[in-house]
């Protein structure tokens, strides 16, 4: 019997089910995390070992019972003791958290026998085993939804489709990647496919792996002879069998997409291939543009690593064109926790209202840019008047405990035990070798509780596992489903906030107008608990509110109500890209990646290097000598925007010093600009590079080296 | 949508009116020099009104360095329009016709016989704001905005496909 790990996020049930006999656990990693169990008809189930309240071995459970957990990695371990499979739910309990709390619910973790299949994701209408090594069409109709399924894991399936009354329409790989704005094949799916005649074909509304390539062909009888094999069943003429009884004619190759296939190309083009990234029950879900005869396989391949040398099962399911299924795609945080899919925030549904133009963002649906407004208008509205900008796909984590201030001393690097009750301060979570891990801001709560607001889930988890490490007395708590962030920026943001907020006292600030640049209090605004934090992303003077997703559409109503009159207007990511290179604020993945020292970021100001257990402190110090390069701002001569990855030349050079890490056009400087990390010799103000255009080579345009910020480097209107 | 089932149009009289395109890397800062600041202000799909020359002039821009002109009357302006190092072209648009209907019948019909690219949407297209869309399979670029002072649907689509969406509509 194969185990699966199931997490319990709080507020959420899971349902299994258990074969008699068989045993599962429930833990509670984090502690404190109070849970129900509930049986479904055919218990009783017998309690094995426990260490959490209200259960006691030996015992048996024939009716649900509520389990007090109280310290971490406490738990169970129970038996199905019914003839038949018995139905189990494990419920986390949820506690509502106010803004200014700091002890939100943890996930619990399940460990139960695995399932064959993922359970449906509504009425199935017809379902279809799709043995190893074989092939199957079936027909399905406009809008309805087709899930395929890797049952086992790291096993590859083909797609074909085809429409039209003779089926003389199919899949066309140069038309999906035309139309997509992808000009060749890569890793990955593309949202929308289409026949040569340019007619959409299906769209790909989940994706639970991330990984695949699309129209290379299916694997074909020359592939394996090539290898040497000679007689090999391939997929082509596995769909060759079963699309002739449909008239279809057969094909050596058939151009195909090809779900969850581990190929990619490299910079030359060269195909390379891999293990499947999938897992037991991942899948994609399609949604069809019109009737369509389908062609689904279990790929065949046992001869290298794309099925792990040993092909499975792969199961489709149909689904209703009302079942209403939404787009997301799934996301991995770490190796053990399941696939989670593409989340709204509580300001979503409002967002949903005012554009169509959503992209998937750390996780989270975010919008580019509003209808009716666009990013020019945002991005003027946030200079001259006032934004609301959804931020709530930052994660939010509380490190409480009296050990807590030691551990941010280790791992943030700015000198937290300098933080009063009420402030903040930028920095970042560094690695051993002075890498940052994440940007982010520690607010300080209490005397024992501070909040980290970065980018990443996995922040958590390595505050986790180095207050273990180091034997403190420390809680790491992820509150990122108890507050989404909306901030409200731009020059009378506080205008728009003055007459709603109140603060609560206790707090450095009694006003709004009295809250300083890197201060927070709790309050209201318009009634509505939230922190006000005096901090933001855009270099304009502004507030981020953390509220509970509860209320966060009624904070968004009031929001914009009472900003109606100074003009305030919804901004989404492209109007704040723009913003964000002109203050020269960073980006992960841009500015600073793992391997990227404060030092070559640009926050050098930012590293208290005189704390004594800084992590990666002995690294840094060396690196602050010469970091191998230096961030600087760029302003280039003419309109033309550089791209993240072009490189900077001496003039008249052919060799390089250094790289683009963003571009941008600034409307309010009139200029091309760019933030770029070039070698310390080409850092000096003022001192004149080129950025290589097309191949470096054809088309070289000067730029001067400037200060980060190349809009308001003082920071005067943040601090206004 | 069929043809038949939809009423037909009172389209308005666009003799004189010109299109015009202005096109290239130093696009923005050229309509900046002709029509002021407003022109960075806008995003693509959208256009304000304005005056060149006297005239009465329309600028809708159509992505970071491109903007489309709609211009009553005389041309001559455009045509002496110098463009020594700059980095754009600037030429009647020839291939494209429009049409135009009084705003309120748009406001009626257009939803219902045009789709519009995603992410715009003809549902509560705000005045001075544009809309790629197809009209039984045809492009139709859709435009709200202001003709000779009179709230309008702009319709604008290839010269060969003009009679089809006429009777379309």
Redo the contacts between chains.
């Keep these: 019997m194969s185990f699966q790990t199931l997490a319990v996020e709080p507020g959420s049930v899971r349902t299994f089910y258990i074969p008699a006999g068989e045993l599962f656990s429930v833990v509670d990693p984090e502690g404190g995390q109070s849970f129900a169990l509930e049986l479904g008809t055919g218990g009783p189930l017998e309690v094995i070992s426990s260490s959490a309240l209200a259960l006691v071995a030996g015992t048996q459970l024939t009716q649900p019972v509520c389990v007090d957990s109280q310290e971490p990695n406490t738990g169970c371990t129970l038996r199905a003791l019914a003839d038949a499979n018995l139905q189990v739910a494990v419920l986390a309990q949820k506690p509502a958290l106010t803004p200014g709390a700091f002890t939100p619910a943890t996930p619990l973790k399940v460990t139960a026998p695995l399932n064959d299949l993922p359970a449906p994701l509504g009425e199935v209408l017809a379902e279809y085993r799709i043995e190893p090594a074989t092939a199957i069409a079936y027909s399905v109709q406009a809008g309805q939804y087709i899930q395929i399924i890797d049952v086992e894991g790291s096993q590859c399936s083909d797609f074909l489709a085809f429409a039209g009354e003779h089926f003389e329409q199919e899949l066309d790989g140069t038309a999906t990647r035309t139309l997509n704005g992808i000009a060749v094949p890569q890793a990955g799916l593309h949202s929308k496919y289409f026949s040569q005649r340019l007619q959409p074909m299906f769209e790909v509304i989940q994706d639970t792996c991330g990984r695949h390539d699309s129209f290379l062909l299916a694997c074909t009888d020359r592939y394996y002879e090539d290898a040497g094999y000679p007689g090999h069943v391939s997929c082509s003429q596995n769909f060759n069998l079963a699309l002739a009884s449909h008239g279809v004619t057969p094909r050596p190759g058939w151009p195909a997409v090809n779900f969850f296939f581990n190929t990619a190309s490299d910079a030359q083009g060269t195909i390379a291939s891999g293990e499947s990234w999938s897992r037991p029950g991942d899948y994609v879900l399609l949604r069809a543009s019109q009737d369509l005869l389908c062609a689904s396989s279990s790929c065949p391949d046992d001869i290298d690593p794309a099925n792990g040398w040993q092909p499975t099962a792969i199961h489709v399911r149909i689904y209703a064109a009302d079942a209403g299924f939404e787009s997301a795609l799934g996301r991995r945080v770490s190796p053990d926790l399941p696939v989670r899919l593409t989340r709204g925030s509580a300001f979503t549904p409002r967002i949903r209202t005012l554009?169509?133009?959503l992209v998937e963002y750390n996780g989270f649906w975010v919008p580019?840019?509003f209808?009716?407004?666009?990013?020019?208008?945002e991005y003027?509205a946030l200079r001259e008047r006032a934004v609301l900008l959804d931020l709530s796909a930052l994660r939010k984590f509380e490190v409480f405990g009296p050990d807590a201030e030691q551990l941010l001393q280790m791992a943030f690097s700015r000198n937290v035990a300098a933080l009063a009750i009420g402030q903040s301060a930028y920095g970042c979570l560094l690695n051993p070798h002075g890498g940052i891990i994440d940007d982010g801001i520690v607010f300080r709560l209490s005397e024992t509780a501070y909040r980290y607001v970065g980018n990443c889930d996995t922040d958590g988890d390595w505050l986790r596992r180095l207050a273990q490490q180091q034997q403190l007395r420390v809680g790491v708590r992820s509150s990122s489903d108890y507050l989404h962030n909306l901030a409200i920026q731009g020059p009378l943001s506080r205008d728009v906030l003055r007459p709603l907020a109140k603060l609560d006292p206790g707090f450095a600030a009694n006003l709004l107008d009295e809250l300083g640049y890197f201060r927070f209090a709790t309050g209201t605004v318009a009634d509505i608990p939230v922190l006000i934090s005096r901090t933001g992303y855009t270099g304009e003077l502004g507030y981020e509110l953390f509220v509970h997703p509860g209320q966060g559409e009624a904070l968004w109503d009031a929001l914009l109500q009472a900003g109606e009159p100074e003009g305030l207007m919804p901004m989404g990511m492209l109007a704040l890209e723009r913003a964000r290179i002109e203050a020269g604020l960073l980006a992960a993945g841009r500015e600073f990646d793992d391997l990227i020292s404060p030092y070559q970021a640009g926050i050098s100001w930012a590293v208290a290097l005189k704390k004594p257990e800084l992590i990666g402190k002995a690294a840094l110090e060396k690196l602050k000598e010469r970091p191998p390069k230096v961030a600087v701002g760029l302003v280039l001569e003419?309109?033309?925007?550089a791209e993240h990855g072009q490189c900077i030349y001496p003039v008249e050079e052919r060799w390089r010093v250094g790289v683009i890490t963003s571009a941008t056009?600034s409307?309010i400087l009139?200029k091309s600009i760019a933030l770029a990390q070039v070698a310390p010799e080409y850092a000096t103000p003022g001192s004149q590079l080129e950025v290589g255009f097309v191949d470096g080579m054809k088309r070289r345009v000067k730029a001067t080296v400037g200060p980060l910020a190349a809009y308001d480097p003082t920071k005067s209107r943040v601090r206004a | 949508m069929t043809s038949a089932s939809i009423a037909q149009q009172n389209w308005l009289d666009l003799t004189g009116y010109q299109l015009w395109d202005l096109v290239g890397i130093d696009g923005l800062q050229v309509t900046t020099s002709l029509v002021g600041d407003l022109a960075g202000r806008i995003a693509p799909f959208q256009s304000f009104e304005t005056t060149l020359d006297q005239q009465a002039c329309s600028v809708l821009r159509l992505c970071e360095g491109n903007f489309r002109f709609g211009l009553q009357g005389d041309s001559t302006f455009f045509e002496q329009v110098n463009l020594a190092d700059q980095r754009v072209w600037l030429r009647r648009c020839k291939q494209m016709t429009a049409i135009a209907m009084p705003e309120a019948e748009g406001l009626a019909l257009l939803p219902k016989i045009a789709v519009a690219k995603l992410p715009h949407r003809l549902e509560g297209l705000q005045p001075n704001c544009a809309a790629p869309s197809r009209i039984d399979g045809i492009s139709v670029l859709i435009w709200r905005h202001l003709y000779q002072g009179q709230a309008v649907f702009e319709l604008q689509m290839a010269a060969k496909d003009a009679a089809t969406i006429r009777a379309i509509c």
Excluded: H, I, K, R
């Design positions: 554009t169509d133009y580019n840019s209808a009716n407004y666009g990013p020019q208008a003027w003419g309109n033309e925007v056009f409307p009139n």
